[in-house]
């Protein structure tokens, strides 16, 4: 019903540290594999990491050992640590079921990071 609310974006050097945060209804952390996606410019979007109601996590290639996506069940958040940021994380990150249609109402505004020097 009500979309998720991401934030914790913001401008960071090479090599630092961010953590985004996804408020969502505890029915949809409860009953879907949640994720982080990312649309960088002139990209196509991208499945960052994700994790399942049990607690199972999956991660990309280009995040891995870099990126940790938690959640809060008291606090209805999934959250993402990003360390050693690259140029190339530079993106709008997006939190959501994997199970959601890209460009549908359920998604919301996300949450924008720029990695620059």
């Known amino acids: 019903q009500v979309q998720p609310v991401e934030s914790g974006g913001g401008l960071v050097q090479p090599g630092g540290s961010l953590t985004l945060s996804c408020a969502a209804s505890?029915?949809?952390?409860?009953?879907?594999?949640m994720a982080w996606y990312r649309r960088a410019p002139g990209k196509q979007r991208e499945l960052v990491e994700r994790?399942?109601?049990?607690?199972?996590?999956n991660y990309a290639d280009s995040v891995r050992g870099r990126f940790t996506i938690s959640r809060d069940w008291a606090k209805n958040t999934v959250y993402l640590q990003m360390n050693s940021l690259k140029l190339e994380d530079t993106a709008d990150y997006y939190c959501?079921?994997?199970?959601?249609?890209?460009?549908?109402?359920?998604w919301g505004q996300g949450a924008q990071v720029t990695v620059s020097s």
């Open positions: 505890g029915s949809i952390l409860r009953t879907n594999a």
């Open positions: 994790i399942t109601p049990a607690g199972s996590t």
């Open positions: 959501g079921s994997t199970n959601w249609t890209p460009g549908s109402d359920y």
